[in-house]
Each structure stands twice: as structure tokens, then as C-alpha cells.
């Protein structure tokens, strides 16, 4: 069976630290990966996606394919980035999206 | 506003009725999907459409059902309400069915008494 597994509900740093939110999954097949975000009162929103490999608004996220991770990075976290954050899995050419739990990122200032 | 639009925002019913919460995609957009937000069970995919035609089911109950009509927009008909039902549904939608990216909608809050 295909899950995704956020183990954090919450995640609380300062300002300038280093941010890690965690996703694993699993599935036998060749998943996509996707980090979506929702600011508060906003909709759920694409952050990335593992295959176009960017960053965005400083994030970066890898696929570990040994690990079956695929964990959310960022350097010097912002207030800004303060919203929920989830990790999706999408089967290849498949169309619905498998979610975790979601991580509530709070970065305190 | 050329996203995904949702309505109602909220609605409030009592247990055993039915509602029915309307979605219409992106412009442009062939393929709808409609979510489910509860506290337990987190986001899980219901059903998804292409061009009228159901593609995809998930944890669906029978409870439930769906439709895309010919302009494209869906609806999502929830009948004889539990209490469980209490969650925020979400539609989404992308260009077409191998289409990676998913837009949402803002999402409508259901709350059975």
C-alpha cells in the first residue's frame, strides 16, 4: 500500500535556523514526490516537486530512494515560512495525490 | 479569479440531510479532484473526473457521490449525514489526467450537528 509518513505535527524554530520537516514513503513502484504548503487562511499551494529539482523560496527537497525519503530543507528559516506543510506521493501517471499528516512549521522570531 | 472556486464556504446542517458542494476548476482544466480534510484521517483523496467521466476512486463512501457536468465544474453530493462527515472538502484541478501539478480550491468547511 502506498503512505506517506510526516512524523512531526509540529515543528517550532527560530528565526535564521535550519529547518528539516520530515516525509517518508512508501510505495514499490517509481513515485513523484511533492511538497505542498497552506499559509494560514490560504489554500493548499505546490511548493516542489522531486523531478523539476529547484528551490524555492530558499526549500530544497531530495528523494532518497534507499531511504524512501524525501525530507524538506531549508538553511536559515524565515517567519514568513511559518504555515503547514505537506508531503504527497503520486504513483507514476497516476492522478490522485496520497498525503501525509502534514508538519505545522512555526518559526518564531 | 481564474483558480479553482469553491462554494459554499461554510455550511452547517444536521445529521441525516444532504448538501451538495459545487467546484469549478482552473480554465482550461479537464480533470477535477475532490479531497477530505478531517482531524483523524487527514487529507484523503474521494473521487476524481476528466472531461465528465469518473477516472478515480478512493476512500469514497457510498454515502457519497460526484459529477462533472459539460462546462466542466463538479459537484460533490453528500447525503444522510453522520457527524463524521464534519471535515473541510477541497477540489482540485490540473490540465489533464497525467498532469502533475494540482491546483486547489479554497475548500468548504461542512459541519453536521
Known amino acids: 500500500a502506498q503512505r506517506v509518513t510526516q512524523p512531526e505535527k509540529l515543528l517550532s524554530v527560530f528565526k535564521g535556523a535550519p529547518v528539516e520537516l520530515k516525509c517518508n514513503y512508501s510505495y514499490s513502484g517509481s513515485p513523484e514526490l511533492f511538497w505542498y504548503v497552506q499559509y494560514s487562511r490560504q489554500r493548499l499551494q505546490l511548493l516542489l516537486r522531486h523531478i523539476s529539482r529547484e528551490s524555492i523560496k530558499g526549500f530544497t527537497a531530495d528523494l532518497n530512494k534507499g531511504e524512501t525519503s524525501f525530507h524538506l530543507k531549508k538553511p536559515f528559516a524565515q517567519e514568513e515560512d511559518s504555515a503547514m506543510y505537506y508531503c504527497a506521493l503520486r504513483r507514476n501517471q497516476g492522478g490522485k495525490l496520497i498525503f501525509g499528516q502534514g508538519t505545522e512549521l512555526s518559526v518564531k522570531p | ?113
Open chain 2, 1 to 113: 479569479d481564474s483558480g479553482v472556486t469553491q462554494t459554499p464556504k461554510h455550511l452547517i446542517t444536521a445529521t441525516g440531510q444532504r448538501v451538495t458542494l459545487r467546484c469549478s476548476p482552473r480554465s482550461g482544466d479537464l480533470s477535477v479532484y475532490w479531497y477530505q480534510q478531517s482531524l483523524d484521517q487527514g487529507l484523503q483523496f474521494l473521487i476524481q473526473y476528466y472531461n465528465g467521466e469518473e477516472r478515480a476512486k478512493g476512500n469514497i463512501l457510498e454515502r457519497f457521490s460526484a459529477q462533472q457536468f459539460p462546462d466542466l465544474h463538479s459537484e460533490l453530493n453528500l447525503s444522510s449525514l453522520e457527524l463524521g462527515d464534519s471535515a473541510l472538502y477541497f477540489c482540485a484541478s490540473s490540465a489533464r489526467v497525467w498532469e502533475a501539478e494540482q491546483f486547489f480550491g479554497p475548500g468548504t468547511r461542512l459541519t453536521v450537528l
